[in-house]
C-alpha cells in the first residue's frame, strides 16, 4: 500500500461486481473521497451525476475481462475542480487458477498533454501554409485546412499515407 500511495497516478483494484476493494491516495485525492467512501462502492456512487462517463468506464471494463488482456484507453472524468483526461492501462488480475478475479487500473493525469495539442492543433490549422507531419517512417500523422485545399485530398484520405502520395 505504501508503493501505491507514492504514485503519482491513480491505481484501483476492483472485483468483478465493479465495486473498489482498493485504492491508492491519487485516487482519494483526485476524488475527494476518504477510503471508507470508495470502497465497496461502485463508479455510479462515485460519479453519480455522469452516467454517460460511467457507462464508459464500465464498457471498457468488461472489454478487459472479456479478452482476459491488458488495454490502454483514454477516459475522461468530472472532476470538481473539471474534466480530466486519463490514459488507463486495465488489466485483469488472476488467481493461481487463472481465473480473473479482478481488474486493476492505473490511470495519469493527460489533460495538461491534451491542452497543449490542442493549442498546437489550433495554431496548425491558423497557420496560411500547408503543413504536413510525417513520423519517422515516412507516414501522414497530422495536415491542416491549407494541406487540404492545396492537394485536394481530406484529412481522412492522407492521413496514415506514404508522404510520397503528395510528391
Given at each position: 500500500?505504501?508503493?501505491?500511495?507514492?504514485?503519482?497516478?491513480?491505481?484501483?483494484?476492483?472485483d468483478l461486481e465493479n465495486r473498489f476493494i482498493l485504492v491508492n491516495k491519487t485516487t482519494l485525492?483526485?476524488?475527494?473521497?476518504?477510503?471508507?467512501?470508495?470502497?465497496?462502492?461502485?463508479?455510479?456512487?462515485?460519479?453519480?451525476?455522469?452516467?454517460?462517463?460511467?457507462?464508459?468506464?464500465?464498457?471498457?471494463?468488461?472489454?478487459?475481462?472479456?479478452?482476459?488482456?491488458?488495454?490502454?484507453?483514454?477516459?475522461?472524468?468530472?472532476?470538481?475542480?473539471?474534466?480530466?483526461?486519463?490514459?488507463?492501462?486495465?488489466?485483469?488480475?488472476?488467481?493461481?487458477?487463472?481465473?480473473?478475479?479482478?481488474?486493476?487500473?492505473?490511470?495519469?493525469?493527460?489533460?495538461?498533454?491534451?491542452?497543449?495539442?490542442?493549442?498546437?492543433?489550433?495554431?496548425?490549422?491558423?497557420?496560411?501554409?500547408?503543413v504536413v507531419i510525417v513520423g519517422n517512417e515516412g507516414i501522414i500523422e497530422v495536415i491542416n485546412?491549407?494541406?487540404?485545399?492545396?492537394?485536394?485530398?481530406?484529412?481522412?484520405?492522407?492521413?496514415?499515407?506514404?508522404?510520397?502520395?503528395?510528391?
Amino acid at each position: 500500500k505504501a508503493i501505491l500511495d507514492n504514485s503519482p497516478s491513480a491505481i484501483y483494484l476492483k472485483d468483478l461486481e465493479n465495486r473498489f476493494i482498493l485504492v491508492n491516495k491519487t485516487t482519494l485525492q483526485n476524488h475527494g473521497v476518504t477510503e471508507s467512501e470508495i470502497i465497496g462502492k461502485t463508479l455510479s456512487d462515485l460519479f453519480p451525476g455522469d452516467p454517460e462517463a460511467v457507462k464508459g468506464y464500465e464498457d471498457n471494463d468488461r472489454k478487459v475481462i472479456e479478452s482476459g488482456e491488458a488495454m490502454e484507453f483514454e477516459e475522461s472524468a468530472l472532476l470538481a475542480d473539471g474534466t480530466h483526461t486519463y490514459l488507463s492501462q486495465k488489466f485483469p488480475l488472476r488467481d493461481f487458477s487463472g481465473n480473473i478475479y479482478a481488474m486493476c487500473g492505473v490511470s495519469t493525469d493527460i489533460t495538461y498533454r491534451k491542452n497543449a495539442a490542442d493549442k498546437i492543433i489550433a495554431i496548425l490549422e491558423s497557420a496560411p501554409d500547408a503543413v504536413v507531419i510525417v513520423g519517422n517512417e515516412g507516414i501522414i500523422e497530422v495536415i491542416n485546412k491549407q494541406t487540404e485545399k492545396l492537394f485536394g485530398y481530406s484529412k481522412s484520405e492522407l492521413i496514415g499515407q506514404k508522404v510520397e502520395m503528395l510528391i
